[in-house]
């Protein structure tokens, strides 16, 4: 039984009631504040989410390591650093993980870590996690007692790091959100390449006025993209440390077809939410809303959303205004809402509410310091090591002394004493001297002990210059930080909309224009025009090299309608020629692919008007700049193919095939609203690219070649080549053989003839009827015979009588000929040689016709 605590033996101490209460209640306060609730502005942590980190750092779960049970690392933290309720740490994890909740998330999960509609993760026993690469490098690479400090942990048994060593500002860029006792944070994300710009630009210059950073790092970037209407509540929120962002989703005006589909309504789509927005909860006020009268015109919700993205349908009533709706959804529901911006941190173990401008320099001096402790104590192992390697190179000089004085003592001591007396060594390179193995004693070794002195010798030249030179120091810093903008930046998912506050809801139906990127890495900010320029009549013409040029429609079409002279096999020593052109006008788009296996928009109008002797302007500089960010190939190459998506029908689909065999068929709808940042159309594999993009309308025929010369023909129907989703990867059209290749993918009616070409200039020409029809994964039909082993198929392309084709060489010559000059062959034959080629020239790529599309 437990002992009574006797109140009169003395053992009582009388405080009054309210300075106990006083003293308790700011313990308990504290507590929270410090140990909880507010992150640390130097690496943008809460303590739970430093202790996460850390943990799985000691666990050794590195990106390039298997991922390992989540119930594993919280049973680590738990034991080890935070002694609270595993479902708190377990929350705290699965935030992390979300690409919804974080901008840049610190850890990659594999498992359901829950959804945007607010469902819950599945239980921690299931999941699996590991560091993400830039939690990996951007929180842990530099952590150790050389670069911060470490304090005992709740039971004294194990040290944890007081923060890590940020490479980045975190609290920027993932932003955090607590409620502490008294006050509360929440700080929005941002984007990497603009806070990196800001950084770099506050490092240039320590006097940055505020209006130059908002024109660096203009708003907020919410990993769930929307737009941000007014930038009043940004002004006030960078410069005072608090203000209100006014958030709306995206949503777009469409015609979608009916249960029957024998005609379309109108809807409205949303393809974006505010951030923290729940699509479920907002979709189930909407219905309530609707079925309470309070909202009109609506005759129907659903939620088409999947694992592209969101897509939630409200079909409006016949006599509906679509403008009128959509401005009651922003006005009565959270589909445009407000973010509370407060930049509440902890500086310096304080909480402190900061500028934009300020929490930007406390990190630089958070880092200048830890680079500054980093340099020392690589400095100081520097020093030591070369120390060493001196008295090495010192014994090796003296070599016969040395090996006198080991000769002639009695033991190791005495030794130790002659060597610091006699060659004026110091204690430390005596017992290296000592513990030296003889094989050191060979001049390779010695050459390696020079080589090594140099280098030591350089390092602490180098280290001294970058802790002694603080301009060096900050040259170090900021090319870190390019460093980390190129390997992790991305383009801004957030646009910002400038809006008219006296616009009605009939005016929004005005067109957002988009203008130049403020930043590398970031994407275009957008503007309302209220008023849309004219159209006009253009033509459009495209070679083979990559040029774009656009003409009047007038010069357009005398230019189609010449004919060239085709009595004749023409050998040119030019390297470009057009390979299509349209007849369009200029409020169309087209969609521009790349082989990165993207689709980009591009408008007719932003293409700028040459001259019919001008060879244009190259159409990858026409893009968005984050096309051209670290491409895999050259940038000639990138672009591989373009139309304009209005002039195909809604049956028209999109055949796409890998350069590895995956092939796929996408719905041409999945085109019509691209924007500036693109939109993934193929998921690639690594050391895979998009190698072929071909529209199909139905009833055609889908036609592949190999440069074995196998031709596989396959029917365009949703047996043998289904519709997929944009980031499907598609199925195994062919199993290559070993240094066999894909040579051409086309798409051809029934009635056709290909004709096929050989690197050696054999060419041949072939009824589609020769072709047998096979099934996806079949070998295909042997259509070429080569002469020689060294030969191989270099291109086909489908084509007509009375047409021209091309021929492209190693030696970048050009052939020009009339497919009439290639006769009607047989699968057996070898084909006729076209012209004859120079020794070691090869024929590397058949191009098609020159095609005028009309809209």
Not at 398 to 416: F, H, Q, S, Y
Request: glycine share 6%; hydrophobic share 35%.
């Amino acid at each position: 039984m437990a002992r009574q605590l006797n109140l009169l033996s003395g053992q009582v101490i009388a405080t009054p009631l309210h300075t106990e209460m006083q003293q308790s209640y700011l313990e308990y306060a504290m507590s929270v504040i410090v140990g909880r609730a507010l992150p640390d502005v130097r690496d943008g942590l809460k303590p739970v989410h430093r202790r996460i980190l850390y943990a799985m750092h000691e666990l050794g779960l590195t990106p390039d390591r298997p991922y390992r049970k989540c119930a594993r690392v919280v049973g680590d933290v738990l034991g080890k650093y935070h002694p609270h309720g595993d479902q708190s740490v377990y929350d705290a994890l699965v935030r992390l993980v979300q690409e919804f909740s974080s901008r840049y998330p610190l850890l990659a999960g594999h498992g359901n870590f829950g959804s945007v509609d607010n469902d819950p993760p599945a239980a921690m026993r299931y999941t699996e996690t590991r560091l993400a690469s830039i939690g990996n490098e951007g929180l842990l690479t530099q952590v150790g007692e050389a670069t911060v400090d470490f304090i005992s942990n709740f039971d004294n048994s194990q040290q944890e790091p007081t923060v890590l060593p940020a490479q980045l500002p975190f609290l920027l860029l993932n932003g955090s959100s607590g409620i502490a006792v008294g006050m509360a944070t929440n700080v929005p994300p941002h984007n990497l390449g603009e806070v990196v710009d800001g950084l770099i630009a506050l490092i240039d210059n320590s006097d940055l006025s505020d209006e130059r950073l908002r024109s660096i790092i203009p708003a907020p970037d919410f990993p769930t993209g929307g737009e941000i209407v007014s930038t009043d509540g940004i002004a006030e929120a960078y410069t005072q440390g608090r203000g209100s962002i006014v958030m709306r989703g995206v949503a777009k005006i469409e015609q979608v077809p009916t249960a029957q589909r024998r005609r379309t309504k109108t809807a409205i789509v949303v393809t974006e939410l505010p951030f923290q927005v729940n699509k479920a909860s907002w979709i189930e006020k909407t219905a309530s809303l609707v079925n309470a009268g309070r909202l009109e015109g609506i005759s129907d919700i659903r939620d088409e959303s999947d694992r592209d993205g969101i897509r939630v349908v409200i079909e409006l009533k016949r006599e509906a205004s679509p403008q009128v709706v959509l401005h009651h959804l922003y006005q009565q529901t959270d589909l445009m809402s407000k973010f509370g911006a407060i930049f509440l941190a902890l500086v310096d173990s304080q909480p402190r509410q900061l500028t934009l401008k300020q929490i930007l320099q406390e990190f630089l001096n958070f880092r200048e310091q830890t680079l500054i402790r980093q340099y020392t104590h690589e400095l100081e192992a520097a020093l030591r090591r070369g120390h060493i390697v001196e008295g090495l190179l010192n014994a090796l000089a003296n070599l016969d002394a040395v090996i006198e004085i080991l000769r002639n003592a009695p033991d190791g001591g005495t030794a130790k004493i002659s060597l610091e007396s006699d060659l004026q060594m110091s204690e430390a390179q005596a017992d290296a001297i000592l513990a030296m193995p003889m094989r050191r004693l060979t001049g390779l070794e010695r050459q390696k002990l020079q080589e090594e002195f140099e280098e030591l010798s350089e390092q602490i030249r180098q280290l001294r210059r970058l802790i002694d030179d603080r301009s060096e120091l900050m040259k170090s810093l900021k090319k870190e930080l390019r460093s980390l903008k190129r390997q992790y930046g991305d383009p801004r998912r957030t646009r910002i909309i400038v809006q008219d506050p006296k616009a009605q809801p009939e005016q929004s139906s005005s067109r957002i224009r988009s203008g130049k990127p403020k930043s590398k890495g970031s994407q275009t900010t957008a503007i309302l025009q209220p008023v849309a320029p004219a159209e006009e009549e253009t033509f459009l013409e495209f070679t083979h090299r990559g040029y774009v040029r656009r003409l009047s429609a007038k010069t357009g079409d005398s230019k189609s309608r010449s004919k060239a002279d085709k009595s004749e096999i023409i050998v040119e020593d030019s390297d470009d020629f057009n390979v299509g052109s349209y007849l369009t006008n200029t409020g169309q788009n087209l969609a521009i692919i790349t082989r990165t296996g993207k689709a980009y928009p591009l408008n007719v109008g932003d293409i700028p008007t040459t001259s019919n002797r001008s060879r244009g302007t190259p159409l990858i500089t026409l893009l968005p700049s984050s096309v051209t960010k670290d491409p895999p190939m050259s940038l000639q190459e990138l672009i591989l193919a373009h139309f304009i998506v209005a002039q195909h029908s809604d049956k028209t689909d999109l055949i796409l095939v890998t350069q590895q065999g995956k092939i796929k068929r996408l719905s041409l709808t999945e085109l019509m609203d691209l924007t500036n940042r693109g939109i993934t159309i193929i998921k690639l594999k690594d050391q895979d690219e998009l190698g072929y993009a071909s529209l199909t309308r139905p009833g055609e025929q889908m036609i592949l070649a190999t440069s074995g010369g196998r031709v596989l023909r396959l029917p365009v129907n949703d047996e043998q080549l289904p519709p997929m989703g944009r980031t499907a990867q598609g199925s195994q059209v062919t199993r290559l053989r070993k240094q066999e290749r894909l040579v051409s993918c086309l798409t051809v009616p029934p009635k056709a003839s290909l004709l096929l070409v050989s690197e050696l200039g054999f060419a041949k020409r072939i009824s589609l009827d020769r072709v047998r029809s096979t099934t996806r994964g079949a070998i295909g039909t042997q259509l070429f015979q080569f002469k020689g082993q060294k030969d191989a198929l270099a291109g086909m392309v489908s084509v007509n009588s009375h047409q021209e084709a091309y021929l492209i060489t190693s030696e970048s010559r050009i052939v020009r000929f009339a497919v009439d000059e290639v006769k009607l062959q047989n699968e057996e034959a070898t084909g006729n040689r076209l012209f004859k080629l120079n020794t070691g020239e090869t024929i590397i790529g058949v191009r098609d016709p020159l095609l005028l599309h009309h809209p």
